[in-house]
């Protein structure tokens, strides 16, 4: 069965401290995988998508087929970095959400 | 471009009621896609139209249904509430068959 694994509820981390949320997934196929990120009363907004490999607001994620993570990290967390990530799998047509990791910037 | 719009925001039923709730995507989006949100399943797919015809499917019951116009507004019906459907419904719309989906504030439903 497709499953997105998110096994952290929650991170607390300092400011300027390296932030990493974890995600694994189960798939069959060849998987297109995001994250997802909701700020305080926003949105939910895609962050990033792992087939453009490219770095927004300082993350970046990338795709270990053998290990089927795609761990999402930042090297300096900042306090606007506080927010609800999800990470996502499209299971044939189908946008499959883990249950989300609630990341806390601390000053 | 005027973002993902839902209406009402917030809606109060009596169980045994049935329910309407609307999604207007980004213009030329051609894709609707609906979420339930609840704290103990988290976001679950419910069903996903593409140009007026359902293309994808949850695993919800028959009850939940939806549909698409031709101005790609999307509509979802949820018929014999239950106290289990109160939840963040949500809405997402993406351009074509790009999975890039741009989600809407979502329809708070209440089940009493």
């Known amino acids: 069965a497709q499953r997105v694994t998110q096994p952290e509820k929650l991170l607390s981390v300092f400011k300027g401290a390296p932030v990493e949320l974890k995600c694994n997934y189960s798939?069959?196929?060849?998987?297109?995988l995001f994250w997802y990120v909701q700020y305080s009363r926003q949105r939910l907004q895609l962050l990033l998508r792992?087939?453009s490999r490219e770095s927004i607001k300082g993350f970046t994620a990338d795709l270990n087929k053998g290990e089927t993570s795609f761990h999402l990290k930042k090297p300096f967390a900042q306090e606007e970095d506080s927010a609800m990530y999800y990470c996502a799998l499209n299971s044939w047509g189908k946008l499959q959400f883990g249950a989300g990791t609630q990341v806390v910037v601390t000053p | 471009k005027a973002g993902v719009t839902q209406t009402p925001r917030y809606l109060i039923k009596t169980r045994g009621q049935q329910v309407t709730l609307s999604c207007s995507p980004i213009s030329g989006h051609r894709s609707v896609s609906w979420y339930q949100q609840t704290p103990g399943q988290g976001l679950q797919f419910l069903f996903e139209?593409?140009?007026?015809?359902?293309?994808n499917k949850g695993n919800f019951p028959g009850r939940f249904s939806g549909r698409q116009f031709s101005n790609s507004r999307s509509e979802m019906n949820v018929s014999t509430l239950e106290l289990g459907d109160s939840a963040l419904y949500l809405c997402?719309?993406?351009?074509?068959?790009?999975?890039?989906?741009?989600f809407g504030p979502g329809t708070r439903l209440t089940v009493t």
């Open positions: 139209y593409f140009s007026e015809t359902q293309r």
């Open positions: 792992h087939i």
């Open positions: 997402a719309s993406s351009p074509t068959e790009d999975y890039e989906q741009y």
């Open positions: 798939y069959s196929g060849s998987p297109e």
